[in-house]
Structure formats: C-alpha cells, structure tokens
Nanobody, 125 residues
Framework: QLQASGGGLVQAGGSLRLSCAASGRTGSLWHALGWFRQAPGKEREFVAAMNWRGDGKYYGDDVKGRFTIARDHTEKTTGYLQVNSLLPGDTAIYYC??????????????????WGQGSLVTVSS
C-alpha cells in the first residue's frame, strides 16, 4: 500500500514537499520510486523516478531543475518529491508509484506495479 501526502494550494513560485510512504509488502518490494501527475483532461505524465540505490534519478523535461526526488535516509520505505518554483501548469493530481521489479527505464506508467491514491497540487497565478 502506498500513501501520498503533502499536496495543497500554493501560489506560483511556491514550494511543496510531497511524501510517499510504502507499507506492508509494498515496502519490501520496491526497485524504484516514481512520481506521475495528471491534470484535468490530460493523460498521466511522467514527473520523476529514482532507483532503490538512489544513484539513478530521472526527470521529465518540464520539471528538470525545479523538482527533486529523494528517499528518506532513515525510513527507507518513504520517498519524497520536492517541488519548487511551481507554475500554474504544474496543477495536477500527483501519484507516487513503486516498481516491484527492475527495469531498463522507469519513465512509463507500465514500469510500476503499485500506485498511491494521489495528492492534489493546485498552483494559483
């Protein structure tokens, strides 16, 4: 089970930290953590991903330099997405996901096996 949190309403230029906590069997399975987002009327979009070791991090073009994905050093089953310099175009429901097996890439929804319920981020202009 995955629990995403940290979303909210923020002004353009602001920041948030989204959290993703894995519990139960999910917490022992992850080979990678990913974040995707979906805006109204749009398809789910890749945002960021990292492998279990943390030495491989990937970002969508729209968020490079503004968003940072990380894993908690103490709680190994908790991940984060630090979102800075937010734009109105970043408004979406943000989903965290866990890959239960290794993959050559972690930028597609199909690479992930477990999904959180989503956390809404609304950026006002």
């Amino acid at each position: 089970q995955l629990q995403a949190s940290g979303g909210g309403l923020v002004q353009a230029g602001g920041s948030l930290r989204l959290s993703c906590a894995a519990s139960g069997r999910t917490g022992s399975l992850w080979h990678a953590l990913g974040w995707f987002r979906q805006a109204p009327g749009k398809e789910r979009e890749f945002v960021a991903a990292m492998n279990w070791r943390g030495d491989g991090k990937y970002y969508g073009d729209d968020v490079k330099g503004r968003f940072t994905i990380a894993r908690d050093h103490t709680e190994k089953t908790t991940g984060y997405l630090q979102v800075n310099s937010l734009l109105p175009g970043d408004t979406a429901i943000y989903y965290c996901a866990v890959a239960a097996s290794p993959s050559a890439t972690y930028t597609q929804p199909g690479n992930f096996h477990y999904w959180g319920q989503g956390s809404l981020v609304t950026v006002s202009s």
